[in-house]
């Protein structure tokens, strides 16, 4: 018997469909967002270190923290050579891998907080002799605004971000204000904040937030129709074989 090659299908379980924010507790946590509250570990310094040698601190992969001087030289020329886009969660790699082998005259930049698919991202991205793509197993949170300079980013892609359900953990959901005002910044005029979710509180909860910044507005439909050829992350594909609704939400940054 021949066994199959191919990957496993990723487990995914549908979770609450109920979506719980307690204002207060999150103010309280707030106060304590600049000193690493809701990060991974608390402090991006906290993490382990990757194992010697890693593929994660040699290009196209980096750790802010952990990478040499002359390897982060080479992620910023990167990032400002071309149209950037980046990913915020990216799991397996099913979008971003072929998104960037659609458009090989834009960069991408992957961030995902798993190390071992960060790695198999890697090593997918190197078999497909993709030359414009680097991936991170940083928090983008942290990373993000030492590493780019405002109005750098095309477009950023958020599908399907873990909701954590539970008041306790509201601070971790990267959809709070801090980060709301990040992306904002980092966003070019025009450019595109693209999410996916199948938890119909945080989709509500995310508009909310979006709708309440004076920097950001719903997108264009014409803008929208671009990424009509993206291949689903295997979330969505998950969804779609159980017919779970989901929603994508776009914003856009206002011109100055």
């Known amino acids: 018997m021949i066994k199959s090659t191919s990957a496993p299908k990723p487990l995914y379980r549908v979770g609450r469909d109920t979506f719980e924010t307690d204002t207060a507790r999150l103010q309280q946590a707030l106060r304590r967002y600049e000193q690493g509250k809701g990060l991974i570990g608390g402090d991006p310094g906290r993490r382990p270190p990757p194992k010697h ?3 994660l601190n040699q290009p196209p992969a980096f750790r802010l923290q952990t990478s040499r001087p002359a390897h982060l030289q080479a992620l910023q020329n990167f990032l400002v ?3 950037l886009e980046i990913e915020i969660g990216s799991g397996r790699g099913e979008f971003i891998l072929d998104w960037a082998e659609q458009h090989p005259r834009r960069h991408f930049l992957a961030f995902e907080v798993k190390s071992k698919l960060t790695r198999r991202l890697r090593k997918q991205l190197q078999t497909r002799g993709l030359q414009n793509l680097w991936v991170s197993d940083d928090d983008a949170r942290y990373a993000l605004p030492r590493i780019l300079p405002p109005n750098s980013v095309h477009v950023f892609h958020i599908l ?6 539970k008041p306790k953990h509201q601070i971790r959901r990267l959809f709070v204000p801090p980060f709301v005002e990040i992306l904002s910044i980092l966003l070019r005029p025009g450019g595109i904040l693209r999410i996916a979710t199948d938890v119909p509180g945080y989709a509500e909860h995310m508009q909310t937030m979006l709708a ?11 803008s929208i129709v671009r990424f009509a050829p993206a291949t689903p992350t295997s979330r969505q594909v998950f969804c779609n074989d159980i017919h ?3 929603q994508f939400i776009y914003y856009s940054k206002q011109p100055a």
């Open 53 to 55: 040698p890693s593929p």
């Open 81 to 83: 050579t071309a149209p």
């Open 160 to 165: 399907f971000p873990d909701p954590w359900w």
């Open 212 to 222: 309440a910044h004076p920097g950001l507005k719903p997108s264009q439909p014409d």
């Open 244 to 246: 779970r609704p989901y």
